[in-house]
């Protein structure tokens, strides 16, 4: 089992796009291409052959890049098997359950609908490493476009049980903004308060926050942490449902 080795590519205003390259192989994917010249760019540099584009969901920002990759490359599009209609180029489908080979690394994919629909997620457990699109942010979660608050708590739990050392490659960098959200509907975690005097000392010097780790959200992610009373008091919900907490919390966050 080969360890990837992960570039970041920061494109546009503020998305992530990653190179995730097997050293034994050579099999090089990008993650979520939401353009493709800087992602070429990025290869080129790096001495990599782009072989294969792991699409999360079929948001143009993630896939804007697909088809004119593939043109140059002639590599191999893979993404969500329940939104395939809608991923320019896609010549694989996975689902929840799967598993996909990346040269001598190993993905378990999920269904993780919320965001969108067809949202899925590739964990590479022998990399520690999670990518997983628009669903779980740093701090924060995906805006629910096409799902429930229900569906989004089951796709989130999914995340929760990984190893604490997960690395959590999400594709934005929202985590400041995110941060201070979190901060007013959970003022007294500390954990949280010095989360963000970290995030904020990185971005004043526009270092990226991105990667996280599954083991500092469970701490600091309003997302994650429906059932703290603390949460729950500061939004006028203590003790009641989880699913109402976590609705309620994205509908603060979405006029915050
Ligand atoms: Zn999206
Ligand atoms: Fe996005």
């Not at 494109?11 to 994917?29: I, M, R």
């Not at 010095?194 to 959200?217: H, L, W, Y």
């Amino acid at each position: 089992m080969s360890r990837l080795e992960i570039h970041q590519i920061p494109v546009l205003s503020d998305n992530y796009v990653y190179l995730a390259h097997c050293p034994e192989t050579g099999a090089t994917a990008v993650v979520d291409p939401a353009v493709a010249g800087p992602v070429l760019d990025a290869a080129k540099a790096k001495g990599w052959t782009i072989s294969h584009i792991l699409n999360t969901h079929h948001h143009g920002d993630h896939t804007g890049g697909n088809l004119e990759i593939k043109a140059a490359t002639g590599c191999t599009i893979v993404g969500p098997r329940a939104d395939h209609d809608r991923i320019p180029g896609i010549d694989v489908q996975v689902g929840d359950g799967d598993t996909y080979k990346l040269g001598n690394a190993e993905a378990v994919v999920y269904d993780v609908p919320g965001h969108t629909r067809g949202h899925i997620a590739y964990w590479f457990e022998g990399s520690d490493a999670l990518f997983c699109g628009d669903t779980l942010f740093a701090m924060g979660c995906g805006r629910l476009f096409e799902g429930t608050p229900g569906q989004m708590v089951a796709s989130l739990a999914k995340f929760k049980t990984l190893p604490p050392e997960t690395r959590v490659f999400c594709a934005h960098e929202y985590t400041q903004s995110n941060g201070r959200f979190a901060l007013s509907v959970e003022p007294d975690n500390d954990a949280l308060v010095q989360r963000m005097q970290d995030v904020d000392a990185a971005r004043a010097k526009n270092i990226p926050t991105v990667p996280s780790t599954i083991g500092i959200e469970l701490k600091t992610n309003p997302f994650l942490r429906a059932d703290s009373p603390d949460l729950q008091r500061t939004i006028g919900l203590a003790g009641r449902d989880y699913v109402e907490v976590f609705a309620e919390t994205r509908r603060l966050k979405d006029s915050f």
